[in-house]
Every structure is written in structure tokens, then in C-alpha cells.
């Protein structure tokens, strides 16, 4: 891995120098020029990926070391274990972002990891905890993450770490897009482009486990039989690449599936429109995500005869304040489905030192491949 210094890791050593100070009133007599730190308890030095400008993470994102930063009363030092390659973190990177952190700045938003060491008034987290930081936040990649006390959901300790560094972005999407805008009862279906995404995988599940057969669309690529093999397996009722909707009746394809009133968009463009096309009347589909960087289009009768409602979520909007304590409630919920095997996904274990393959990886650059983990 190269390590690389540069002025992020200037600028946190200027921060950390900020934080000491002479003390007031003392000689400075001989040759012991006495320095007082606000905080006794430092942080082991982090390795990190850190980007000082917008663009092409590959070519803005270096792996660098940072020196320690105090661990002040309230907060928490956590060695970190594992945390994905999300879309959303590629685009934060890319500055395309709504909220983003500044620059410079350290890459990834959710992930695990196992308390350090913790500050004094800390009462309820202690060393070897597990823990994620809820609501997720920016600057998971690197070795130690230092945080207020408030930012990290301690979980059970025989929570899988994988799923543990993943449940909140992705699978909390689906169950709340699951829950939040058409009400569903047994026998009623779903149905969605994107299938193979780790919000498609939870959102088969999460619906399976709820009687609501799923729909699903994926791209014509290689390997995509394999791909509509495995989410049958997951529990998908109907499979199919966007070319097999080549049809003039796309519901003639449902079989007993009913027609569904429920449709999610990961993708944009056609993969937009075939979701569209199953859709019954008064039926919503919901945008969470722009994988083809395609507009959705929307044909007039779409309104006018059907009636379609094109809604959209964004799950950074949903977890506000007051749904802190709400949204750990549904993160145990999906870390003990995932714990119990009811809920699964796709990924893949890539350890840290191997993070431009992981990068090219997550942005597609070799193929599909399962969600990226980086593993510390
Ligand atoms: N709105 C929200 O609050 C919210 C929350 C979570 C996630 N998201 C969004 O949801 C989407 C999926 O996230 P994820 O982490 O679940 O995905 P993921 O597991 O990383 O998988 C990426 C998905 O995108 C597909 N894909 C990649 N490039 C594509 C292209 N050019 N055209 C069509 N499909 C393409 C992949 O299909 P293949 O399998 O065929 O490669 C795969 O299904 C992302 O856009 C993400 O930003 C939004």
C-alpha cells in the first residue's frame, strides 16, 4: 500500500498541535519548556483514504497515514473493522453529492469497528465493544475513528462483521421503502429494476418474509443467469433482464403473481420504464437510485390512464434527529435477521491494503461484482 503524506495530513497535524498549550504562568527557565495537552488520551495513528479535491476517486483518493488526534471526554476511539464501497460514496468523492463532507476529507460512511479506548465522562461504551456509527457518518475508511460518544450504536458482539459494517445504508432502504408509501398486505407484489443491489437483494427478502412476491428486472450482462439464479434463490417469484420485456404486454409475464402497486428504480432510463409498465393502475413507483445516470422518462397515458404516482426517497433526508432512536431499533431488527440467515447478500471480503482493486471493483471498471467490504 503507498503511503502517502500530503496536506490533509498537514492539516490534522496543525489541528493537533492547536489542541496542546504552554501552561499559563510558568517560568520558562531552563531548558524544560513544559506543554500542557487538553487531553492526555491520543488516538493511535490511522491509516486512511483521503481525498483533498473532488473528481475520479481513483485518481483523487490516496491511502495515507494521519497522526493521532486527541480522544477527548465524551468521545470514543474505535479500531475500525470493516466498512463498504458504496455508490453514494463514489458520488461524495466525485463532489456530484448532495451533503458531502469538506476537502480534505476521509472516505466511506457506514462500517464497524471495536472500541479503543474511550474518553472520561464516557459511561456506556467500553473497550472491545462493537460498534457502528448510527446515524451513519463520514470518514469510516481508515484504521481508527474517533467520534462524540452520541455517534456510535454499540450492537451485539456476535453480530457478522460484514453485515454489521453494512445494514444501515442499504438494507434500511428497503425496509423503509418497503413500509413507507403503498400499504402491502399478504399476496400483494412488488416490483423492481436494480435487483441484483444490495437494496434489491434486502428488498426480496424483507417482502418474502411478508407474503409480497417481487418482480424483478436486471441488466442484460454477462453472468446474468447466474445473477437471476441466485436472487431466485433469495426468494424472487419472477426474474428478468430488461431485453426479455421486449414484449408488447409486459403483464402477460406476471403468471399468478398479482399486478403490482409497488415499484422501486434503482437504475433510471428503460430499467425506469419496464417498472413503470407493470405497475396497475394508481400504482407508485419510487426513485432511490441512478445507476445508469439514464432520466426516467414518462410517457402522458402513464398519467392520464393509469394514474402513476413517481415518488422518491432518500434515506439521508428520512434518518433526522428524531428518528435516531427509531432507526437502531430497525438496524438491530435487520442485524438479527442477518444473524438468524433470514436476511442475505452478496459481498465480497477485500482487505485494506488492496483498495484501488476494490475501487476499480465498486465502480464497475472490471465488471459486476458484489458490494466491495474493506476489511481493516
Ligand atoms: N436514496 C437512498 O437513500 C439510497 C440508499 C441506499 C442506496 N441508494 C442507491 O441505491 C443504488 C444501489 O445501491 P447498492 O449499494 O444497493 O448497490 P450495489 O450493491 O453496489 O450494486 C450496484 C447495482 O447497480 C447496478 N448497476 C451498476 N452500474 C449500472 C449501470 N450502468 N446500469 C444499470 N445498472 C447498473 C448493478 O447491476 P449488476 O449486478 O448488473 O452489475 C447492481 O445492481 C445506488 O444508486 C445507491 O446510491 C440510495
Excluded at 399486478?259 to 434503482?266: D, I, V
Aim: proline share 6%; aromatic share 6%; net charge neutral.
Amino acid at each position: 500500500m503507498a503511503l502517502v503524506r500530503s496536506s490533509a495530513a498537514a492539516a490534522a497535524l496543525r489541528a493537533l498541535n492547536g489542541s496542546c498549550s504552554l501552561i499559563g504562568g510558568l517560568p520558562r527557565s531552563s531548558n524544560a519548556l513544559r506543554i500542557r495537552c487538553f487531553s492526555s488520551l491520543m488516538s493511535p495513528p490511522s491509516t486512511a483514504v483521503v481525498y483533498d479535491q473532488h473528481g475520479a476517486p481513483d485518481a483523487v483518493t490516496r491511502v495515507m497515514e494521519m497522526p493521532p488526534v486527541p480522544v477527548k471526554e465524551s468521545d470514543v476511539c474505535v479500531k475500525m473493522l470493516a466498512s463498504p464501497i458504496n455508490p453514494s460514496d463514489v458520488n461524495r468523492i466525485e463532489g456530484v453529492y448532495p451533503v458531502r463532507p469538506e476537502v480534505p476529507a476521509v472516505g466511506g460512511y457506514e462500517g464497524v469497528g471495536e472500541v479503543y479506548s474511550t474518553g472520561a465522562a464516557v459511561k456506556d461504551l467500553s473497550p472491545g465493544d462493537l460498534v457502528i456509527p448510527s446515524p451513519p457518518s463520514s470518514g469510516m475508511w481508515q484504521t481508527y475513528v474517533v467520534k462524540d460518544q452520541s455517534m456510535w450504536h454499540k450492537i451485539d458482539k456476535d453480530s457478522p462483521i460484514e453485515y454489521a459494517a453494512t445494514i444501515t445504508v442499504n438494507p434500511l432502504t428497503a425496509l423503509r421503502m418497503l413500509e413507507d408509501f403503498v400499504s402491502m398486505k399478504a399476496g400483494d407484489s412488488v416490483v423492481q429494476n436494480g435487483a441484483t443491489s444490495i437494496v434489491g437483494q434486502c428488498i426480496i427478502q424483507i417482502a418474502k418474509s411478508r407474503d409480497i412476491r417481487s418482480v424483478n428486472i436486471i441488466r442484460d450482462r454477462a453472468g446474468s443467469d447466474e445473477a437471476s439464479e441466485m436472487l431466485k434463490k433469495l426468494g424472487a417469484d419472477e426474474v428478468f433482464t430488461e431485453s426479455q420485456l421486449e414484449v408488447k404486454n409486459v403483464k402477460s409475464l406476471l403468471g399468478n403473481v398479482s399486478e403490482p402497486a409497488l415499484g422501486f428504480n434503482c437504475v433510471g432510463g428503460n430499467a425506469a420504464s419496464l417498472v413503470m409498465k407493470f405497475l396497475r393502475q394508481g400504482g407508485a413507483m419510487v426513485t432511490y437510485g441512478g445507476m445508469s445516470k439514464k432520466p426516467i422518462t414518462v410517457s402522458t397515458s402513464s398519467f392520464i390512464f393509469k394514474d402513476l404516482s413517481l415518488r422518491g426517497f432518500w434515506l439521508q433526508k428520512w434518518m433526522v434527529s428524531d428518528k435516531a432512536i427509531e432507526c437502531r431499533q430497525m438496524i438491530d431488527y435487520l442485524l438479527d435477521l442477518a444473524q438468524e440467515g433470514k436476511l442475505k447478500y452478496e459481498m465480497e471480503l477485500v482487505p485494506f491494503s488492496n483498495f484501488k482493486l476494490a475501487l476499480d471493483k465498486a465502480m464497475g471498471k472490471l465488471g459486476s461484482h458484489p458490494k466491495q467490504v474493506l476489511k481493516f
